[in-house]
């Protein structure tokens, strides 16, 4: 299994900060990496798929980059809204893997 | 619009059988897999496994394979996922999945249920 690893596991932030995380896949992954919001007692949220393509309707501050095995999420501007966890997650080879999640906390 | 509609929590005791469902609509079932992930108290993510209900197709974790059983009903575009024997380790919010792909890009979840609560506990 590819592993991914997310940096860090925690993050204290506030409102209106530049929010950066990082996840490293175990090998070579392309840009076949997702990003994904998820608050408790919600489903997960896609924000980001092949490594920097948006999904409809997420906000713009969200920007994924990277390719190979080093990946970065990048919230430009924090909105109160976006107080959660996020997971990396690779699609080169079965099984897709999820990082080990990032949770951004209230400063 | 596409929904996920997934079933009620579950209590159930060790070694008790279970199979939970997740109905889609919204979209033609049988073009796009579906994954089902597991959540564990205060954990993160882990991806179990995928089925194509076109043609039942299905992929396992390492993780889990063996130990459930994903499979679909296409005439009711429903998947489902089962054990057989369950354990306390079992216990988890099951979130299905709609599994959707962009050439060059990969695949991703673009649509989820809101997950099934199972405790399992004696």
Not at chain 2, 25 to 39: A, E, K, L
Request: glycine share 10%.
């Amino acid at each position: 299994d590819i592993q991914m690893t997310q940096s860090p596991s925690s993050l204290s932030v506030s409102v209106g900060d530049r929010v950066t995380i990082t996840c490293r896949a175990s090998q070579g992954i392309s840009t076949y990496l997702n990003w994904y919001q998820h608050k408790p007692g919600k489903a997960p949220n896609l924000l980001i798929y092949g490594g920097s393509s948006l999904q409809s309707g997420v906000p713009a501050r969200f920007r994924g980059s990277g390719s190979g095995t080093d990946f970065t999420l990048t919230i430009s501007s924090l909105q109160p809204e976006d107080f959660a966890t996020y997971y990396c997650q690779q699609s080169y080879s079965i099984p897709h893997t999820f990082g080990q999640g990032t949770k951004l906390e209230m400063k | 619009e596409v929904q996920l509609v997934q079933s009620g929590a579950e209590v159930k005791k060790p070694g008790e059988s279970l199979k939970i469902s997740c109905k889609a609509s919204g979209y033609t079932f049988t073009r796009n897999w579906i994954g089902w992930v597991r959540q564990m108290p205060g954990k993160g993510l882990e991806w179990m496994g995928i089925i194509f209900p076109g043609d039942s197709d299905t992929r396992y974790s390492p993780s889990f394979q063996g130990q459930v059983t994903i499979s679909a009903d296409k005439s009711i575009s429903t998947a489902y996922l089962q054990w057989s024997s369950l354990k306390a380790s079992d216990t988890a919010l099951y979130y299905c999945a709609r599994l959707s792909s962009s050439s060059g890009q990969g695949d991703y979840f673009d649509y989820w249920g809101r997950g099934t609560l199972v405790t399992v506990s004696s």
